[in-house]
């Protein structure tokens, strides 16, 4: 099973930036897709940004322009940087990967990391 551990949030001023960084660690072959999704209170868990093993990244409309998503793959870590950030992208954020174990195609979520955006 693989570990994923993020860091990076906090608090920052609208217009502000973060980065978040998600590593993953544990037994596997290889990691697949990687991405971050948020969950706000009383809302569902959303997409924000994926990226594939060879670099294809898909966005949240929502967050196209502001946001980049990256990989490292011999640190098995992916980053968000988060520019010009709103109060709208306050939220819970999540780091998930799919990777390959003996067992086939897994998947794995973080523990989260709070960003709040002040006005």
């Known amino acids: 099973q693989v570990q994923l551990v993020e860091s990076g949030g906090g608090l920052v001023q609208a217009g502000g930036s973060l980065r978040l960084s998600c590593a993953a660690s544990?037994?596997?072959?290889?990691?697949?897709?990687m991405g971050w999704f948020r969950q706000a209170p009383g809302k569902q868990r959303e997409l924000v940004a994926i990226?594939?093993?060879?670099?294809?990244?898909n966005y949240a409309d929502s967050v196209k322009g502001r946001f980049t998503i990256s990989r490292d793959n011999a640190k098995n870590t992916v980053y968000l940087q988060m520019n010009n950030l709103k109060p709208e992208d306050t939220s819970v954020y999540y780091c998930?990967?799919?990777?390959?174990?003996?067992?086939?195609?897994?998947?794995?979520w973080g523990q989260g990391t709070q960003v709040t955006v002040s006005s």
């Open positions: 990226i594939s093993n060879d670099g294809n990244t």
């Open positions: 544990g037994s596997f072959f290889h990691i697949d897709t």
């Open positions: 998930n990967a799919y990777y390959y174990t003996y067992s086939g195609k897994e998947s794995s």
